[in-house]
T-cell receptor
Framework: DGGITQSPKYLFRKEGQNVTLSCEQN?????MYWYRQDPGQGLRLIYY???????QKGDIAEGYSVSREKKESFPLTVTSAQKNPTAFYLC????????????FGSGTRLTVV | DAKTTQPPSMDCAEGRAANLPCNHS???????VYWYRQIHSQGPQYIIH???NNETNEMASLIITEDRKSSTLILPHATLRDTAVYYC????????????????FGKGTRLHILP
């Protein structure tokens, strides 16, 4: 079955450590996105990529980094520079220009202690 | 910034129709209205979208006012599984690569279905 996979579902890290969240899709979608969600809040866009080896900052990119070396993969690194990294992280992919075609992963809940 | 305004929460009795309003008074002529929903701790799910005509699919109906400044998502027979946060989004439907190809989510409406 085609879909988008995020791993792990739960992740714990010590403060000051970098951590990488995985996002893989087998939908042949061109575009991929990372969102952050805090309790009771909407989704905020961190980074997005429309093509391999290219990506753009979203609204809250500070303290995060991404890469897009393969069409299927869009990993997100939460660096030690991110002041409040504990959150629910969602990855999505889409066919370019088709907002109704957005497919979301099941999310990774990151807790930094 | 999200271009829509939604009530933060609503209640609906199970089996009744849930009517979720959305204001988008600054919508442009080429912008569509989209609805997504997010069940707790899951990723958002596409529900429906429309430009100016009313739309219906297996999940819901979308009623857009004639001036297009507001819309209502209708879940005809709400069940407990419809408890979720519902997001109303407006944007241009484009094809191909462009720098605006991203969804901006507001805080949505938290819908509680009451047994």
């Amino acid at each position: 079955d085609g879909g988008i996979t995020q791993s792990p579902k739960y992740l714990f890290r010590k403060e000051g450590q970098n951590v990488t969240l995985s996002c893989e899709q087998n939908l042949n979608h061109d575009a991929m996105y990372w969102y952050r969600q805090d309790p009771g809040q909407g989704l905020r866009l961190i980074y997005y990529s429309q093509i391999v080896n290219d990506f753009q900052k979203g609204d809250i990119a500070e303290g995060y980094s991404v890469s897009r070396e393969k069409k299927e993969s869009f990993p997100l690194t939460v660096t030690s520079a991110q002041k409040n990294p504990t959150a629910f992280y969602l990855c999505a992919s889409s066919i370019l220009g088709q907002i109704y075609g957005y497919t979301f992963g099941s999310g990774t809940r990151l807790t930094v202690v | 910034d999200a271009k829509t305004t939604q009530p933060p929460s609503m209640d609906c009795a199970e089996g009744r129709a849930a009517n979720l309003p959305c204001n988008h008074s600054t919508i442009s002529g080429n912008e569509y209205v989209y609805w997504y929903r997010q069940i707790h701790s899951q990723g958002p799910q596409y529900i429906i979208h429309g430009l100016k005509n009313n739309e219906t699919n297996e999940m819901a109906s979308l009623i857009i006012t004639e001036d297009r400044k507001s819309s209502t998502l209708i879940l005809p027979h709400a069940t407990l599984r419809d408890t979720a946060v519902y997001y109303c989004i407006v944007r241009v439907a484009k094809s191909g690569r462009n720098r605006d190809d991203k969804i901006i989510f507001g805080k949505g409406t938290r819908l509680h279905i009451l047994p």
